[in-house]
């Protein structure tokens, strides 16, 4: 059996408004895994503009495992974003220079860690992630929810701020599915069981 070209860019023919992610991406600070793809109503170039205050200087990476599903209009806040939130006041006095260059001075802006989005993990329209957050495998983000912590694998979250409402699975499943990994399995063994990744019993996965 076949599969779709990992390497293609635009894997449905006659339509460009989705992509296989890492064909596009230009930015090293960005890794993204096999088969996940963006769908954008406009241009599936806005990915990258769609990730906010990603600065080379603060070194932070997006990373995103495979087959994951990421709709339009999903926005990454990285932590260039971050301002100091302890302190008398939140302005950023230092970037305007003029007298102002030595007010971070024993100082740093809040980091908070690499963007992690894991395996299978489904970005529903609108969703906004915040720096540093970690989103398990398999979890479900509904539309335009505002993630602001780390979210379980196969758990579904939604709202601002986003908060659990259920688990896909039960935990024995979820733990078969973690520990099956079935993302990593070659292409050939997973085209070989497409049938049963989109059923609901786990036994049926070998």
């Known amino acids: 059996m076949t599969a779709p070209d990992k390497n293609a860019k635009y894997p449905l023919e006659n339509y460009k408004n989705l992509c296989f992610?890492?064909?596009?991406?230009?930015?090293?600070?960005?890794?993204?895994?096999?088969y996940?793809?963006?769908d954008d109503f406009e241009d599936v170039k806005n990915f990258e503009k769609n990730v906010k205050y990603h600065f080379e200087f603060t070194g932070?990476?997006?990373i995103i495992g495979k087959f994951c599903m990421i709709a339009s209009g999903v926005s990454f806040i990285m932590n260039g974003a971050n301002h100091l939130t302890n302190s008398l006041s939140a302005y950023p006095f230092a970037i305007f220079g003029n007298g102002w260059d030595n007010a971070m001075e024993g100082k740093a802006y809040p980091l908070k860690g690499d963007t992690i989005i894991g395996?299978?993990?489904w970005v529903g329209h609108n969703a906004t992630i915040m720096a540093g957050v970690k989103i398990g495998d398999?979890?479900?983000i509904a539309a335009n929810s505002t993630v602001v912590k780390d979210v379980d694998p196969y758990n579904i979250v939604g709202g601002n701020p986003a908060k659990a409402i259920k688990?896909?699975?039960s935990q024995s499943?979820?733990?078969k599915l973690l520990k099956l990994r079935w993302w990593d399995w070659d292409i050939e063994k997973i085209t070989d069981?497409?049938?049963y990744l989109t059923g609901e019993d786990i036994d049926k996965l070998d």
């Open 21 to 34: 992610l890492n064909n596009i991406i230009k930015n090293p600070n960005i890794i993204v895994g096999d």
């Open 36 to 38: 996940t793809y963006y």
């Open 60 to 62: 932070d990476k997006l």
């Open 119 to 121: 395996n299978d993990v």
């Open 138 to 140: 398999g979890a479900i």
């Open 167 to 169: 688990k896909r699975f």
């Open 173 to 175: 499943t979820i733990d």
């Open 193 to 195: 069981n497409v049938q």
